[in-house]
């Protein structure tokens, strides 16, 4: 048995899809199985322990069909994308059976059951989505005396899911009596992490560390696994902070809690306000006044530490 399986191509809902992979790998127990997607997606497979292979899907007609030639044949192909690229690479794949997640049908609940049921529904079965499992590499990080809290002020969706760099600091300065202090963020958001280090050396707080754009997904994974707390918008590293069941204060503004909240993390608190406009799902705010996020206090958050510590 032959399974071939297509990511999303975002981080955190490549960790969004977690519980579907696992109950397929339940499923076919003894299949290989065989994983393509976006460098960031198949980056947090890498150390699953049924995935035999990953691999980077080059989003050029070309490569995709040369890819598909070469994997060989399958028994089964499951995509989680629904992109008009995904579905050209679909009649690609040389497989018996083919399914492919369609947003439009599956709708109105969480990520996670929806993705759970595209797998239910395209083999017939019912299991339940258990947590988000991401396996990470044995490195070890050597740990401070003090609890480690993370920052993490970026989003890769867009300027609209983003909370004041300012605020950020605020609150870690707040804490950096108690916390040693991870400032995380990718290659695009290194000058906003730069900023919340300005105001933490203008107030004289050098316990930090800023990881901005120096960690590899993997290294990422295993920073995320030994916090104590995390402090976070909707973004990829969200999602792996739950999968570790990481206490997070979740700041969300644009998008559905509903929908991309934690999963299954009982350690997790949503910190957001109820406007009229919200949420829109958009990349950047169409009233341009940005008060989803705008009106979010510094001490909203910290009441929000302050109860799930």
């Known amino acids: 048995m032959r399974i071939l399986i297509e990511l999303p191509t975002w981080l955190g809902d490549a960790a969004m899809a977690t519980p579907a992979i696992e109950n397929i790998c339940s ?18 497979f890498k150390y699953h322990p049924k995935v035999d292979k990953v691999k980077v899907l080059d989003k050029k007609y ?11 044949q399958f028994d089964n192909y499951f995509s989680f994308r629904g992109s008009v690229r995904s579905k050209i690479f679909k ?8 399914y492919q997640f369609d947003k439009y049908v599956y709708k109105n609940t969480h990520q996670v059951e929806k993705y759970n049921n595209f797998i239910n529904d395209s083999l017939e079965i019912n299991l339940h989505p258990g947590k988000l499992k991401i396996n990470s590499s044995n490195k070890i990080i050597k740990k401070t005396s003090l609890s ?6 970026g989003a890769s969706y867009g300027s609209s899911k983003r909370w004041s760099p300012k605020k950020f600091a605020e609150v870690a300065i707040s804490l950096s009596d108690q916390f040693e202090i991870l400032i995380f963020g990718g290659p695009d958001e290194v000058d906003i992490a730069l900023d919340i280090e300005n105001y933490l ?7 930090y560390q800023n990881l901005s754009g120096q960690t590899t997904i993997s290294e990422l994974v295993v920073h995320i696994s030994k916090l104590d707390l995390f402090i976070t ?21 644009p998008t559905n809690d509903n929908e991309t909240s934690q999963w ?46």
Not at 201 to 207: C, F, Q, R
Request: glycine share 6%; net charge positive.
């Open 62 to 72: 070309l490569s995709m069909l040369k890819l598909s030639n070469n994997l060989g």
């Open 201 to 207: 050396i203008k107030k004289g707080v050098l316990n």
């Open 233 to 253: 918008g909707d973004s990829g590293p969200m999602h792996i902070a739950a999968s570790f069941q990481i206490p997070t204060i979740a700041i969300f503004g």
């Open 27 to 44: 499923h076919f127990n003894d299949a290989e199985i065989i994983l393509i997607g976006s460098f960031a997606s198949t980056e947090l």
């Open 148 to 153: 480690i809290v993370g920052i993490n002020p």
């Open 264 to 309: 299954m993390n009982q350690k997790s608190i949503i910190v957001k306000k109820d406007l009229a406009c919200q949420p829109c799902m958009k990349r950047k705010c169409p009233l341009i006044h940005h008060d989803c996020m705008k009106t979010i206090k510094t001490d909203d958050v910290l009441n929000a530490v302050k109860t799930i510590q």
């Open 91 to 98: 009649f690609f794949v040389l497989s018996s059976n083919k």
